[in-house]
Each structure stands twice: as structure tokens, then as C-alpha cells.
């Protein structure tokens, strides 16, 4: 109490941030003494210090405090508080906690910002106000450089930037290898703003619409008339593409308040995607299934179903589409015909049998983040462990030829819309596959179609 009450008054921090550094210190002495036993004894710290804090912020967010452009240091951040974030104010982002391919990554990925994870202690290192360069390239943070640091980072900088505007330039082209191979280059997209960068980077269509993220904000899930509007906007910034929107993914690191989900113990083998869907059906698939087919009826749609684990799983979805065609139909909508209905291929049991899904489902993206932490057996969000994730890529590669040479044959396209799909290092071994289109952050396309257009 002491030293918290020294930190306020001499420093004029308030109570939370100083409380924080102090049981700060007191955690990361325990954690460096050389006994178990007192070890052990951080842990409980940092929970009573965790609830010190809560009582000290009440509901009050602490995103809401980023009031002027900063680059935000935290042990841990959630996709949800990336989303609360005045997105102008958002510089960068370091963090202690977080996998490559969580979708705090992606989002910040996705937002063209900065993202440095796994830096240790930054939380003590760090004070605010401190200027800083944050070097994710080279993975490296500089902390109040000298002239000369910062006047190479400048320069790098602009060089940067004239590059990017020259591919930008030639981004609304299409991606073609110097022996004719096409690949359409697609965005991922999780908000209105996401598809407004689709456009501005020459996306051939949004290959991947994470649903989820573009409710991640509210304070319960949006009815469908919300979501036909939203998804509407969303489409037409790019009108005359053809779109792959997939149904909810909420779980694992997708929390919403709105959503009882329950304390898993791992929850990304849990109640998330259709499973949860299913659990609540009147709110979640419903409504955005019967959005989806109107939608249907004014832009080029494909659906594409998440988590599907096995041929029952892909029954039970196309029989609820199918359902709430017939329902549309009855109440007058005039549905015909119904968008091609894909799925993901993210759980190894699916990667592994082609030939249970080829005749049920019209196409296949593969979902290379949670097909990587599965197969891996390495959780995504977790820094520790994300070595075997990066050195899964041929394993997961093998399983992406095996699974075409069944279903090119039969006519049925193949895409990549996981993480993978911008690693330039296998865009030779994706175009040898067949795969048609890979997706990805908007802001990656230039550079792709760049590199796609310099291959043999
Ligand atoms: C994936 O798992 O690779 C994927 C594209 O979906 P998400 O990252 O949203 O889980
Ligand atoms: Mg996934």
C-alpha cells in the first residue's frame, strides 16, 4: 500500500496502474527466486492483484483510455478489446501473451497494425509516454531511441511506402504466373471497414467473411434484418465479385458477453462454430442463415460452414439451410436457388477423408490455424507453444495435396483461407496443388499478386 500510495502521489499515476506496477514487482521476484514452493506463491498474487484491480476499475474499459495515438503495452489483449480501441488512436500493439495466429493477430493483421507478441516483462519495461519503435520485421522494440535509430526508421519507412504504392498501383490486376496459372487473391474481412480495404487493395472478392468479428462490439447478437443491412454494406464495396461468407464461429478466443458460453476446459475443442450454433439456434443460425439467402438474391454468395468435424455435422447444416428455404419460400421471399455450400476444412478428421464431404459440399477452404493447432496439438493463442505450429506447415501442406488430388478430379474447388495462404514461401507449392484462390488480409494482396506475377 505503501509504495502504491508513493507511486501515486510522487508520480501522479492512478491508483489501478500503480497498484499494478507494484504487485508487479512483488510477482516477478517471487517468480525469479529458485524454489518451487514460493513460485507458486506469484501465482496467487497476481490473482489477488487481479482482483484488486477489478474492484478498482469497476465496469470501465480500459481500452476507452487509448485517447491519443499510441502504441498499447499489455500483457495479454483480447479481439474484443482490439475492437473497442478508437482504431485512429491504435499504433501497435506489444504484448507478453498471444499466439501468431490468434485472432487478436488477425484482427491487427487485418487493421494493418503493428503486432509484437511474446515480449517479456514489457509491461515493466515500458512506461507511459516512453517513445518507442516498433520494429516487427526484425521483432524488435526500440525504447526512447537515439536521433539517429529513429531518423533509419524514417527512412525505412518512406521506402516501404513507395514500394507498397507501386504495387498498390497494379493490385486491381489480376494474378497471373508467367505461365498462364490464375489464382484469384481474395480478402479476409471482418468489418464494414475490412471490405472498404478489400477494395482499396484489389481483392478478387472476399474470400473469407469472419461473421463473428463484425459482432464482436455489440451487446447482443444482431437480429436479421441488422445482419442482411450489414452484410449488404459490407458486399457492396465490391458488387460484382463473388463472396464466401461463413456462418457464425463464435468460442474459443471469440467471446462475446452475450453468449453464456460456458468455462471450458479447452475451448477450442469445445462448444464453438456450429456446435454452439446449434445450441442456440433461434438466435444464432437462424436469423443469419435466412440473412445469408436473401442476400443471396442481390450478390454472388457462397456459405461457408466452420468447425465441421464430421459427415453428420455437414447433414444437420445443410438440412437447416434447406429449412429455412422452404420457410423464406412459404412467407413469399421466392428463394430458387440455393448459394453453393462449402465447408472448412480445419479438423484433421475432415483434412483425412476427402471422399466423406466430396458429393455433400460444393466447396472447400482450408482453415490453416486451427488445422495447425490440431494437428500439432499446440493451442494458437499460446506463445509457448507456437514453434510447433510454424514448424507444422509441411504436415499441413501434405494434407492440402493429398485432400485436392480427390477433389480437383471431381471438379470441386480447393481455397486457403487460414494464415498459410499469405506465406510467400509456399505460393509455388499452392498453385502446383491447384488451389483456386487463397485468402487474406486486405492489405497483404498487392504484395501477393506481386509475387504470384513472378513466378514461372
Ligand atoms: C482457420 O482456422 O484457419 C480460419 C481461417 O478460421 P479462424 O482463423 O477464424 O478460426
Ligand atoms: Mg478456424
Redesign the pocket.
Known sequence: MDQTRDLIKKQNFNAAYSYYQVTRNFISELESLDDEYLNRRAEDLKMLSDMVLKSLLGDEKVTSKVNNPSIVIAEKIDPSQIAEINQTNLLGIITTEGGV?D?SS?IAKALGIPYMLGVKNVVNIVRNGDKIILDSKNKCIHINPEKEISQKFEKEILKEKSINKNQLIKSKYEAITNSGKKVDIMANVGSLDDAVQAKRFGADGIG?L?TELCFLESYKMPDEKSQLELYSKILNNLPEKTHTLRLI?FGSDKKVSYLPLQNEENPALGQRALRLGFSYYDTLLKPQIRAFLKLSKDFNIKILC?MITNSNDLDKIITAIHKEQKELNQQGEVIEKLPPIGI?V?VPNVALNPNDFISKADFFSF?????AQFLMAADRTNKNVSHYIESGNQSVLKLIRNFALEVISKKKEISI???LASNINYLNEFIDIGISSLSMPPMLIPKIKEEIRSLK
Open positions: 495466429t485472432h488477425i473469407l469472419r464461429d466452420p472448412m480445419e482453415g490453416t490455424n486451427d488445422l483461407c487460414g494464415e
